[in-house]
C-alpha cells in the first residue's frame, strides 16, 4: 500500500520537479535508508524502514515506468513487461540469496513468548551485515539511471518508433503510411473521460487477487496440504509464474492493444481464483492453478501502457501515477474483506475475489475501444 501511494506522489512531483533531480535525490534517499538499517535493533524502528523504503521504492517505480513509456510509446508494454520481469525475478532470487547468506546451517527459530525469534549468533550477525551487502549493490545498480534517467525529446521519440517499426531513412514509399492518432487528452480531460474510471475500478480489481495469490496461498491450503515446504514451492512458483506473466502480457498488448488483452488476463484468473478452494484437494493441481492465476496477475505492468493507448503520453507521470493509486484503495478493500473470512468463510470469500474480475473482464470489453481516426502525412 506504502508503495502504490508513494509511487503515486512520486507522479506528481514529477509533474513539478526536474526528473533528474527526483530521481537523484529517491535513489540516493533509498540507498542511505537501507544502509541505516544495520543500526537498527528494534521492531518499531525496523517497521518504520521498512515503511520509508517502500515509500522511496514506490516513487522509483513510477519515474521508471515513466520513462520507459516515454521513450518507447509504440512499445510500451513490452518495455514495462521486461522491467516487471527483472523486478520479480529479482525479488525470488534475492530471497533466496540472502536467506542462504543469513542462514546458512538452516538454524530454526525459538519460541520466546509466543513469538518465533531466531537466537542462533550467525544469523543475527548475518542479518546486519546483509543491510551494508544490499545497500552497496543497490547503489551500483541504480548509478547508470541516476544519469541517464530523462524524458527524451520529440525527435528522440520520433527515431525510436522508426527503428521499433524496422524503417529505413532509405526507403521509398509512394504513398504516405496511415498513421492512427490516438487521444492525447491533458490531465483536466482526463477526469472528464468515463474511461479513467473504468481503468480505475480495474486496477481496484486486480489488485484483489494479486493479493489473494500472495498473500493467502498458504492460508487457503494449509489446511489440506499440509506440508509447508510444499507450500514454499508454490509461492516460488507462484513468483516465478507472476514474472513471466509481466513480459508476456506486456507484449500481448503490444499486439492486440489494451482491450482485448485485459478482457483475456481477467476473464482467466476470475474462475481461476474461486477454484482454488476445489484444486487444494490435490498439491499440484493447486500449484499449477496458482502459477496460472499468478502469471495473468502479472498484467500489473501494463497499467502505464494502457494509459497511453487509452489516455495518450501527455503527461504520462501524472496519469500513471493517478490509475496507480486506485491499488491503494484495493489494498483497503481486500483488508475489509479479510476480516470477514471467518464469518462467510473461504469459498465465498473467493468467489467475492474473483466474481469482480470477471466484471472488469466484461468492462474493459465493452469500454475499452481502440480510436479509429486515421490520418495521413501529405507530402510536398
Known sequence: MMVTMSGSLAGFLEYYVNVRLLNLVLSLSYVLVIALSYFVESLAALIAVSLIMGTLGGQINVCNVARLSEWNPRKSGAANGIMGFFMGISGFVGSVLCTSVINPHNAKPEDIDGVSIFTDETVVGNIRNIWLAWAGATFIMFLPGIFILRPPTTDEVCKQADLLAGDSMESVELLPRPKI???NFSIKQLFSQPRFYVLYLIIMILSLVLLTSTELYKFIAIDTIKDDAFLNIVGAAGSIANAFGRITW?????????????TLAFMIQGPLTISLHYSKVLRWGYLANLCI???CAGIFTCIAPACIELF???????KYALTLSAESFGCVMFFLLQLGEPMFGELIFLVVMGVPSIIASLLALFCFRSPKEISYDVMN
Open 293 to 295: 492465476v499468478s502469471f
Open 312 to 318: 495518450g503520453s501527455r503527461d504520462i507521470s501524472l
Open 250 to 262: 506486456g507484449l500481448i498488448l503490444d499486439k492486440i492493444g489494451t482491450r482485448a488483452t485485459y
Open 181 to 183: 492518432q490516438g487521444p
